[in-house]
Each structure stands twice: as structure tokens, then as C-alpha cells.
T-cell receptor, first 114, second 114 residues
Framework: AQSVTQPDIHITVSEGASLELRCNYSYGATPYLFWYVQSPGQGLQLLLKYFSGDTLVQGIKGFEAEFKRSQSSFNLRKPSVHWSDAAEYFCAVGPSGGSYIPTFGRGTSLIVHP | EAGVVQSPRYKIIEKKQPVAFWCNPISGHNTLYWYRQNLGQGPELLIRYENEEAVDDSQLPKDRFSAERLKGVDSTLKIQPAELGDSAVYLC????????????FGPGTRLLVL
């Protein structure tokens, strides 16, 4: 069965600094990979996804992620963080074929200092 | 275009009482998902519908949880009787139903069982 590990429960950065959120997955084949963001009291919003092709994926709000098969990782990055980026970030992995049932990581809480 | 609508947004009940949550997916989305999100965790799938058919309910605690999607549009998730451990956020999501298709999440219903 697939699994997702987000090793950092909390990440604190200063506004304007760069950001990298870690995600490692376990899956027997080529996975679908996702990053979602959840603001307080809101549902999850898709930032970006990887299915195949270019391993560097661009998403909304200036985020990008890179799929590294050799490291089983799909880390999320942003070059300059804004205070409005403070939220919970979830990495998810899904099957590469057939029905799509994602497995979510436990999330990383991003705190942005002014 | 309206997103996924859920109601109520908040619910406080005493243990052993029944509770129901309602979800209206995005128009045209055939697949509907119910997730439970415990505090500090990622969402976990409870049940998935393809139109009116429940195609994956292996994680639904069937002794107390039930769900329906009678006309293949909106859906209701019920808990009877509720237990203290059911306190969580219940998220509804919908998608077009194709493999890997983006899920769109509602804001969730936050349940507190006293």
C-alpha cells in the first residue's frame, strides 16, 4: 500500500525567504503526486500535481515541486514566501492507473514571520 | 461556478446522539468523496461514490456510519450514535471521475462530540 511521509510538522520562515516542504512517498509503481494547501477553516485546494513528463511541476501561487524518483521525494518549493502563504500543506500520492484514491500525509504547518 | 457546498459548517452534539452532514458537489462531477480529518492529520477516505453507487466504502465504520447519494448528485453522511472519537472535520470532495482527476474540496463540517 502507498504511504506518504511529511517529516516536518511545523516550518517557520520569514516573509520573503525561500521555502521547501519535504514529502517522501512509498509506492510500487509510478505514482500520481499532489500538493494541497488548507487555510484555517477551509477545504483543501490543489497547488500542483505530477502525473508524468517533466519532473519539475509549476503550480499556482508561485509554487513548484520536483519529482525525484531515486529519492522517492516530491518536495514543494517557493522562492519568496508571503504572509498569506501561512497554512497547512498536504502531500498526497495516488495510484497511476484505474481508480484514483489518494493517500494524504499528515501535513506540514507553515508559519510566516513578518 | 459554485464550489462544493457543505452544511452545517459546525456541529456540537452529545455522545450517543445522531448527526448528519450534507454535501452538494460541483455540477457535472460524477465522483463524490467523503473524508474524515482528525486534528493534526491528513484527510482519510471514508467512502467514494461513482454517480449513485458506492464503489469504495472499506474505511467506513458501518456499525454507526451510513451514507447515501440517491440521485447521484448531493449526498448525506450520517453517524448514529456518535462517539467521542468521532470529533473531527468531515470533508466532502468531488471530481469528474477520471483517473487522477483533480478533486475539489468543500470547506468541511467540524464536529465536536461532548
Amino acid at each position: 500500500a502507498q504511504s506518504v511521509t511529511q517529516p516536518d510538522i511545523h516550518i517557520t520562515v520569514s516573509e520573503g525567504a525561500s521555502l521547501e516542504l519535504r514529502c517522501n512517498y512509498s509506492y510500487g509503481a509510478t505514482p500520481y503526486l499532489f500538493w494541497y494547501v488548507q487555510s484555517p477553516g477551509q477545504g483543501l485546494q490543489l497547488l500542483l500535481k505530477y502525473f508524468s513528463g517533466d519532473t519539475l511541476v509549476q503550480g499556482i501561487k508561485g509554487f513548484e515541486a520536483e519529482f525525484k524518483r531515486s529519492q522517492s521525494s516530491f518536495n514543494l518549493r517557493k522562492p519568496s514566501v508571503h504572509w498569506s502563504d501561512a497554512a497547512e500543506y498536504f502531500c498526497a500520492v495516488g495510484p497511476s492507473g484505474g481508480s484514483y484514491i489518494p493517500t494524504f500525509g499528515r501535513g506540514t504547518s507553515l508559519i510566516v514571520h513578518p | 461556478e459554485a464550489g462544493v457546498v457543505q452544511s452545517p459548517r459546525y456541529k456540537i452534539i452529545e455522545k450517543k446522539q445522531p448527526v448528519a452532514f450534507w454535501c452538494n458537489p460541483i455540477s457535472g462531477h460524477n465522483t463524490l468523496y467523503w473524508y474524515r480529518q482528525n486534528l493534526g492529520q491528513g484527510p482519510e477516505l471514508l467512502i467514494r461514490y461513482e454517480n449513485e453507487e458506492a464503489v469504495d466504502d472499506s474505511q467506513l465504520p458501518k456499525d454507526r456510519f451510513s451514507a447515501e447519494r440517491l440521485k447521484g448528485v448531493d449526498s448525506t453522511l450520517k453517524i448514529q450514535p456518535a462517539e467521542l472519537g468521532d470529533s473531527a472535520v468531515y470533508l466532502c470532495a468531488s471530481s469528474l471521475g477520471l483517473a487522477g482527476e483533480t478533486q475539489y474540496f468543500g470547506p468541511g463540517t467540524r464536529l465536536l462530540v461532548l
